[in-house]
């Protein structure tokens, strides 16, 4: 299993409970407020209000700021931004692969943070395309162990499309197309398993192998892109061993 899905995994819990929070949750919140506004506020009807709905529950962000944005979203109060998704493509340490994903109101402010990160924390920018090539769009459930065995997990979500499940640590990653998490998480949901979230992800296809030196800078540059309020999500495809995690942990 790559390394940096247990990384990523272990960084977003402790996200929660650090100075990060707010951050964490205004992006939440963000993805509420837009899968309202393009697909509908009836999270029956609107799978991705509901999977964005449902991961910020998870991740404790209060139910007024909840509704607030769902209402902004579809309507029922005024105000919120117009958002669009920019993806950025780019290189870090050691020749690593980054897609940056944006969600913003602002295309000028979103493009020179991402390039002031990238340039001051040894990433380079790289044109559409030239990165993007080495991730698929994949759908991915995040469940927490709570005793469950990986074939427990298998059998509820096989006959629903789903392709493998990884072992994380704390909890499983179940990987199916982007077609098919919706179907996977009912899947969990019809088998009475609780999980922590669903979401269309890039993964790559193609890992590189870090050392401790080069993971530490990459995690930095990471952090530098996902500290500014456009950035959504950062992908890479950087593979890191349980001995440099355990150092890094250290």
């Known amino acids: 299993m790559s390394g940096h899905s247990k990384w990523a995994t272990t960084k977003h819990k402790k996200a929660v409970v650090d100075a990060k929070r707010s951050k964490l949750f205004a992006k939440l919140i963000k993805n509420i407020e837009v899968a309202a506004r393009t697909g509908g506020g009836d999270p029956d009807a609107n799978p991705t209000l509901y999977d964005a709905i449902y991961k910020a529950k998870k991740n404790s962000v209060p139910n007024d700021n909840i509704d607030r944005a769902h209402k902004r979203g579809s309507g029922v109060e005024a105000g919120g931004a117009e958002y669009q998704t920019i993806m950025y493509e780019g290189y870090g340490p050691?020749?690593?692969a980054v897609l940056i994903?944006?969600?913003?109101?602002?295309?000028?402010?979103?493009?020179?943070?991402?390039?002031?990160?990238?340039?001051?924390?040894?990433?380079?920018?790289?044109?559409?395309?030239?990165v993007s090539y080495l991730f698929s769009r994949k759908g991915v459930v995040i469940v927490g162990k709570n005793g469950l065995s990986e074939d427990d997990i298998l059998m509820a979500v096989l006959e629903a499309g789903a392709e493998e499940v990884n072992d994380l640590g704390e909890s499983y990653e179940v990987v199916s197309a982007a077609g098919d998490v919706v179907a996977v998480r009912t899947a969990l949901q019809e088998a009475g398993i609780d999980y922590e979230s669903a979401d269309t992800s890039f993964l790559p296809s193609l890992h590189v192998e870090v050392?401790?030196?080069?993971?530490r800078k990459v995690f930095k540059l990471i952090d530098a892109l996902e500290d500014s309020d456009d950035v959504q999500n950062v992908f890479s495809n950087f593979d890191i061993s349980d001995e440099v995690l355990a150092a890094l942990d250290a």
């Open 94 to 96: 050691n020749g690593v």
């Open 101 to 130: 994903e944006c969600l913003t109101d602002n295309r000028n402010r979103a493009a020179s943070d991402v390039r002031v990160a990238m340039t001051r924390n040894g990433g380079s920018m790289a044109d559409p395309g030239s």
């Open 211 to 215: 050392d401790e030196d080069t993971a």
